[in-house]
């Protein structure tokens, strides 16, 4: 592993570091509304000098940025403390599997609006009763002349409010026949139709992040399949590897940040000579520098064999576990001020309960570190 940047990778983080300096969208407004505004907002700015998407190529707008630039570029996102954009699995997750599986016509149509939020996207995949285990999943769809008539019900289903488009996983051969993983299909599903209906489900801190989707005779044109008929596992791993490699720099940015802010509200407290607090905070500032690092070394992985290791399972678990003990230990520090309405400690305290859940529960993230970095015995039933 070379923790060394080359001359053109130095030269493009000092080129961010300039254009984060110049390009500032102020605080975040008030209310759920206007934030989500604000920051699309700030995605045309960046899209404008094409940095939505650094590691698109050039001719869907991007700048085709090696998978190191663009850590590069979440690094330095996090380090000038802007938001993400808005259209964040627009970018991510759907663009990239497009661009994988897309035809020529999907390409053209699909990706340029993600690049300027035009059309934010969602991501149809978990059920009621299909998370972990995806390929359970009920949601039908029924050919009828050239179309897909879908019915079913998805959950979780991060910003479908603000979504025109869902990366949708549903059921096209009911008969089973060769496993469950076999005749799913994705689909690319218009949401403004009557025949779906978004519910928002208010989450701890207060705010309808994510939402329950009821989809009752919706229709998609055969055109709007992605990857062939039947092809929908193997689409939907696309998506999910972008998933848990896309935001791991971010993320741990993110930590150090948060510690680093803890550290000053200790200071301010007069409280880091207390042995106690000190010891904490070592602990969490080793965890964060071992999350750093591995964040990197499943980098190296993917530059050398051109696919995620399972370093990718790794860094998602630890970091949302010291999340959460960062949080906690906020508020344990800061007693009963770090609660008080409004505080943003009691923001962190409370999303991060989500972090051990979203992007893959803890369990089944350790589940593949034991089969596939240890090498131990696979659980006998257990879901792929
Ligand atoms: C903030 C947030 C945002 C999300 N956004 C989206 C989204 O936009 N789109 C989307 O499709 N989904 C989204 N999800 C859903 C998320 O991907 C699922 O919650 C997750 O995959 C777990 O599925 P589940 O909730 O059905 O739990 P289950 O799979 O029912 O699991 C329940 C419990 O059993 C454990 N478990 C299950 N199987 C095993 C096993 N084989 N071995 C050991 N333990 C096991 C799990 O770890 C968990 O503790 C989001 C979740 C959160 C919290």
Redesign the pocket.
Known sequence: MDLTFSESEAAFRDELRAWFENNDPGRSPEGEDAAYAWRRDWQRRLADDRYAAVHWSPEYGGRGASITESAIFFEELGRARRPLPANVLGILLAGPTIMTFGTPEQKERYLPPILTAEEIW?????EPDA???LAALKTRAVKDGDEWVVTGQ?V???GAQYSKWCMLVARTDVDGAGGKHKGLTYFLMDMEQPGVQVRPLVQITGEP??NELFIEGARIPDENVLGGVGNGWRVALTTLMNERSGLAFFLQVRLRQLLDELVEEAAARELLDDPVVADKIGLLHMKAEILRLTAYRGLTTIEKYGTPGPEGSLTKWMWSETNQELAQFAADLLGPDALTNGNRWAYELLRSR?NT????????LK?IVAERVLGLPR?KG??A
């Open positions: 969602c991501q149809g995949f978990s998370g972990s285990d998805k979780w289903t991060s992040e994510f989500g859940i979203e992007g893959g529960t803890t369990e089944i589940n659980l257990a879901a």
